[in-house]
């Protein structure tokens, strides 16, 4: 049973990316997404992470509600070009 707490520090860990606040505002800068690619489909996952994040928001893990912020994250500048914010 894993008891890791899902964090988005955890999150990064579990990807294998860079989990320092640093690391992840760098990364979320770096890869945002338009408003039409989903997450789970972003090109730049490996095909383990890409299968984590599927099974984590199919399955309503307890890991969704962090997967879903970083998707949230991902898609800001989209949203933001969205509601005319940016």
Known sequence: MDD????????FLQLG???SE?????FIAAH????EV???DAP???DGQRQFISEQLRADAPWAMVVDQLNESLH???VKR?????
């Open 4 to 11: 890791t707490a899902p964090t988005m520090s955890n999150l």
């Open 76 to 78: 800001e500048d989209a």
């Open 22 to 26: 640093q690391g992840i505002a760098r």
């Open 38 to 40: 989903l997450l789970a």
């Open 82 to 86: 969205q509601t005319g914010l940016d």
């Open 32 to 35: 945002q997404l338009a408003a």
């Open 44 to 46: 730049y996952w490996n």
């Open 17 to 19: 990316l860079d989990a």
